[in-house]
């Protein structure tokens, strides 16, 4: 069998991916279709992406919260969590820091994030309900009350009932991967008013170097270009994090400050 290309030049919403995918994997074919079938049943039920992902993350949380967010079991729930904690502490995060995490599941990291951080300082958001329930009960068995987290149920990346450039930290861990453009671009269009003047901004995502695209409008693979393009155009500047790339981790990430930080 001839090799796979290299992970970024793979399209797979390609019919030629998903045959050999599908010659590779034959145990995977069933799930793969009656997710096809779920995800078209939710398409048409869902009016809007935030309203379909919500009700993805609804079906996917039931079966399990740690799935939900990418990982297929507790261990590696705990190891990504780590591993985004351990690369934002070695670049520059601080107990002082006020983050914003976007899209931050059942806190896999977060949980991490809200212990170090001084109390109060964590602020949580995402779209799904049945997540931020989930992200509760990691709270209550990391014993985290006493740090006093915010956690917020969003419909939009407007972030307008959050205080002005008040983040130090923004953060969105394997979200864009799950986004479309125009919620990438809200995201970038609101963002810069709720960051603090010298604040960062990290975001992973599902890079590609070929034609961009996407799988059951589920996960979203974008060119590096396109995402520091669209930051540049909201008046950022767009760093890509080579290091990151050096960690066993599937994505890519880019850190967005104001110029002038
Ligand atoms: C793969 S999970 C990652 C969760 C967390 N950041 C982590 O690393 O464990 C993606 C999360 O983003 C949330 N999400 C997806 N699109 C979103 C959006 N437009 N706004 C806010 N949250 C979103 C999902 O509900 C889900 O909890």
């Not at 963002?191 to 599902?206: E, W």
């Not at 996407?214 to 760093?239: K, P, W």
């Not at 994090?241 to 890519?252: F, I, K, R, Y």
């Amino acid at each position: 069998m001839t090799k796979p290309p290299p992970r970024t030049q793979r399209n797979r919403a390609s019919l030629a991916y998903k045959l050999r995918y599908a010659t590779r994997n034959p145990d995977k074919i069933r799930t793969y279709l009656s997710r096809v079938s779920r995800d078209v049943k939710l398409r048409l039920a869902n009016r809007g992406h935030v309203a379909y992902y919500r009700a993805v993350m609804r079906s996917d949380a039931a079966k399990s919260p740690e799935a939900a967010v990418g990982s297929s079991t507790r261990d590696r729930w705990l190891k990504l969590g780590q591993m985004q904690f351990d690369y934002l502490l070695q670049h520059g995060l601080k107990p002082g820091d006020r983050m914003l995490e976007i899209g931050c599941g059942n806190l896999r990291a977060g949980w991490r994030f809200i212990d170090y951080l001084d109390a109060g300082n964590y602020y949580g958001v995402d779209i799904s309900p049945d997540i931020l329930l989930a992200a509760q009960n990691t709270l209550v068995r990391q014993g985290l009350q006493d740090k006093l987290p915010h956690l917020s149920l969003v419909d939009d990346l407007k972030l307008s009932f959050l205080p002005e450039r008040h983040f130090t930290v923004v953060h969105a861990h394997s979200v864009f991967s799950h986004s479309p453009i125009e919620v990438i671009d809200e995201c970038l269009a609101h963002v810069g008013r709720v960051l603090a003047p010298d604040g960062f901004f990290d975001f992973t995502f599902d890079r590609t170097e070929g034609s961009e695209h996407h799988v059951l409008r589920e996960d979203f693979y974008y060119r590096t270009e396109t995402l520091t393009g669209l930051a540049e155009r909201h008046g950022f500047t767009a760093r890509f994090m080579d290091d990151w790339e050096e960690l066993p981790h599937g994505q890519s990430k880019i850190r967005v400050t104001r110029p002038d930080a």
